[in-house]
């Protein structure tokens, strides 16, 4: 068994985010209340989170690095607020208190 890989605690889990974009169509806001919740009393708790409104745009998470390139694209339109918190904390650093 030397050989093999732990999946309990899987690479995946442990990659970490400098920072994210949500992006929204600020038109189709209406369907996700969920994300509005978040965007409206969440969002301030992760500076490093940016909202951007593009038309036509689902509602998605783009991941970024310490450069802030993209890394990773997540749709996110049948998150719960809760699902949305849970992974941010997670996956996003938490920006340096200054």
Same mark, same amino acid.
């Given at each position: 068994?030397? +050989? +093999?890989?732990?999946?309990?605690?899987?690479?995946?889990?442990? &990659?970490?985010?400098?920072?994210? &974009? *949500?992006?929204?169509?600020?038109?189709?806001?209406? !369907?996700?209340?969920?994300?509005?919740? !978040?965007?409206?009393?969440?969002?301030?708790? !992760?500076?490093?989170?940016?909202?951007?409104?593009? !038309?036509?745009?689902?509602?998605? *998470?783009?991941?970024?690095?310490?450069?802030?390139?993209?890394?990773?694209?997540?749709?996110?339109?049948?998150?719960?607020?809760e699902h949305l918190l849970q992974y941010m904390r997670e996956?996003?650093?938490?920006?340096?208190?200054?």
């Amino acid at each position: 068994m030397k +050989c +093999c890989a732990d999946d309990s605690e899987d690479s995946m889990s442990k &990659i970490t985010y400098s920072g994210a &974009i *949500l992006e929204v169509c600020m038109r189709k806001l209406v !369907f996700y209340p969920e994300i509005v919740g !978040f965007i409206e009393e969440e969002k301030e708790k !992760f500076p490093s989170v940016k909202v951007q409104y593009i !038309f036509n745009s689902p509602p998605k *998470l783009i991941m970024l690095d310490e450069d802030g390139e993209q890394k990773e694209t997540i749709r996110i339109d049948n998150w719960k607020r809760e699902h949305l918190l849970q992974y941010m904390r997670e996956k996003v650093k938490p920006t340096s208190a200054s």
